[in-house]
T-cell receptor
Framework: DAKTTQPPSMDCAEGRAANLPCNHS???????VYWYRQIHSQGPQYIIH???NNETNEMASLIITEDRKSSTLILPHATLRDTAVYYC?????????????FGIGTKLQVIP | ETGVTQTPRHLVMGMTNKKSLKCEQH?????MYWYKQSAKKPLELMFV???????ENNSVPSRFSPECPNSSHLFLHLHTLQPEDSALYLC??????????????FGPGTRLTVL
């Protein structure tokens, strides 16, 4: 799986959009971009994933650049409950089970 | 119950104890995983079961012994652990079919403290 690079920490004001960047310059054509988050001492929670097109669900939006070398997770109206570590992962969906490799992620602090 | 559940949520044990962690998934998945997360370290994959067969053992010491009796249940048996084994142990599941593996969903974890 390709490596990803994320800033170690970010702050965001409550009610504002949180934009979390991720670089994955070595991503291959059939690797997906996945985002998870982990609230302190809980299990990682799946947020969203995508291949080429931008994706949106009830939790967030995922913007993938045209060259697919970077992406941005957008939380449109951050709340205090969004304070967590956010992990960006790239992985194949083919080839049987997948070893999901988590880096150190971005610690997002939502400030009142 | 929905999703992936883990019991107990917290466990304190001595180095000579034997205990087991339990994971149950209610998602109809056919692959299950054990991960270890130590303080300030990334998640480490320990074991993978696909279709109830162990397909990966990521150089885990033998004091950790997994068991997957069916596709919905996964256990991690613990014996003669060391204090450095204190960590958050996470279970996950996913669906693998036709050579494709979908999203992994995680349980809430078991916080283990070894005294």
């Amino acid at each position: 799986d390709a490596k990803t690079t994320q800033p170690p920490s970010m702050d965001c004001a409550e009610g504002r959009a949180a934009n979390l960047p991720c670089n994955h310059s070595t991503i291959s054509g059939n690797e997906y971009v996945y985002w998870y988050r982990q609230i302190h001492s809980q299990g990682p929670q799946y947020i969203i994933h995508g291949l080429k097109n931008n994706e949106t669900n009830e939790m967030a939006s995922l913007i993938i650049t045209e060259d697919r070398k970077s992406s941005t997770l957008i939380l449109p109206h951050a709340t205090l409950r969004d304070t967590a570590v956010y992990y960006c992962i790239v992985r194949l969906l083919s080839g049987g089970y997948q070893k999901v490799t988590f880096g150190i992620g971005t610690k997002l602090q939502v400030i009142p | 119950e929905t999703g992936v559940t883990q019991t107990p949520r917290h466990l304190v044990m001595g180095m000579t104890n034997k205990k087991s962690l339990k994971c149950e998934q209610h998602l109809g998945h056919n692959a299950m995983y054990w991960y270890k997360q130590s303080a300030k370290k990334p998640l480490e994959l320990m074991f993978v079961y696909s279709l109830e067969e162990r397909v990966e053992n990521n150089s885990v010491p033998s004091r950790f012994s997994p068991e997957c009796p069916n596709s919905s249940h996964l256990f991690l048996h613990l014996h003669t652990l060391q204090p450095e084994d204190s960590a958050l142990y996470l279970c996950a599941s996913s669906q693998t079919s036709g050579g494709r593996t979908d999203t992994q969903y995680f349980g809430p974890g078991t916080r283990l403290t070894v005294l």
